[in-house]
């Protein structure tokens, strides 16, 4: 999906190994090295993803095709993002042997590029690396290493919230999902690892900035808003915890008696990012009041992806069938239950439950099975692939990376947001859209 870009959107410096990306909006970029690779633009696409190409991207060089670089090109790829208006870095690189680097396992090593990455006064966002697995406290690996006042480092875990890659409980502060990403190209890569956890982190750092540009003038607040963004499980970090982007609770809830009008005849929808994938199970709560309805389907939330065939696999999807005048869920291949107004439906990859009598229904989904991760948004209003959109009236969006049980789910319309803390994801009551893109809008609140 391509965005217009304005003026608020961030711009993230991406150094690694490409000199151009085939997607979003680039500003002009260096190249310090010879050659390319795709880990950059698949480093890039990812951070793009996340928010919603809300940015824009200074494609910096340094690894060229052989994912090799210099502490020199380094240096001047740090230098040009400060000195170019880059409002954040995500420096997705580790000095490895392969560098032909005396000291890149050794205490005090490249002083002048930890000053560089100090003097810029940006937010750093690198990741932890993979190379053993290795606890970066006792083990010194570059950059986390530097250890620097506007430096955030990255761990990958896998779907059951496992660290795979390296980690340290002070040089390490953060883990993000790093397994069955999908890549720029839109199918699974081929490896995991924790470069693709650190562009999800950049990727909150921009949509914060966005939301509030005061931040860019105050890093340290801004690196302490973004490590804010964590659910706590205990892993060997700094803050314990897998970075959770909708964890914070809203500071003041919306009021009651509100939703979105959603016209479609406008094609209107809504899109909040990347919410379902590399988890165990997904819960989905929305509650939709149907008007006039026209054509076979209106999609009322979806987010899918493309498997490593380059096959769709639905990995959520909710809509009203007026074929069946029945609700609709699908998600390919998996076990599956939608909750109508409570009452349980149950099948496997796709399955249908009764239009009850009332003014707005309350519908659950819960998928029973791992979600693979899509770089798909996760989109109201519509289907994936926009069509099918929605004529109706939505007013609370929840959505919870793990499969809650029957009685949560029974809770849920009395207190929306109680279940689980820890595990939602997303929670809009009352439309009150946060981290979400209107497009075709603006929606009409009634």
Known sequence: MSWENSERDPTVAVIDSASSFPFGQSVSGASF???????GRNTAHIMWRVCDGRVKLMPLNVLG?????????????????????????????????????????QPGSFPNLKQAIIDTGKLVVCSAGNVG???LDVMPTYP???????????????ENDVIFSNHGATKCHLAAPATNIDSYLGVEMAQDGSSWAGPQVAGLAAILLRLDPALKDNVTAFRAKVLEYVDNIGLNVSTGGRLNAFYPPLATPPPPGNAWLFDQTQSQYVDY?????????????????????????????????YNPSNQRDK??????????????????????????DGVKYSGTSSLNGPVPNGS????VGRVNAAIPTSATPFRVGSQSDLANYLNGEVSDVLAWNAALTDEEIAAIPADPAAARPGNLVLRD???????GTVVNGPLVRI
């Open 33 to 39: 090295s010879s050659g390319e690779n795709d880990h």
């Open 429 to 435: 009551l009352h439309t009150n859209v946060i981290g």
């Open 315 to 340: 990995t959520f999807l909710i809509s009203r069938s007026n074929v069946t005048n029945t609700w609709h869920m699908e998600s390919d291949g998996r076990p599956i239950d939608l909750f109508v």
């Open 133 to 135: 697995a290795v606890d």
């Open 65 to 105: 095709s052989s994912l090799t670089g210099t502490e020199q090109g380094l240096i001047d790829a740090v230098e040009f993002a400060a000195a170019n208006g880059a409002d954040i870095i995500q420096m997705i690189v580790i000095i490895s042997p392969a560098w032909n680097m005396p000291g890149f396992d």
């Open 360 to 363: 707005g229904q309350w519908l």
């Open 144 to 158: 986390p290493e530097f250890a620097t006042p506007n430096m955030i480092v990255t761990a990958g875990v896998d």
């Open 273 to 305: 990012g990347p919410r379902l994938g590399g988890l165990p199970g997904g819960t989905v709560a929305v509650r939709v009041k149907m008007l006039t309805i026209a054509g076979s389907h209106h999609n009322v939330v979806s987010q899918w992806r």
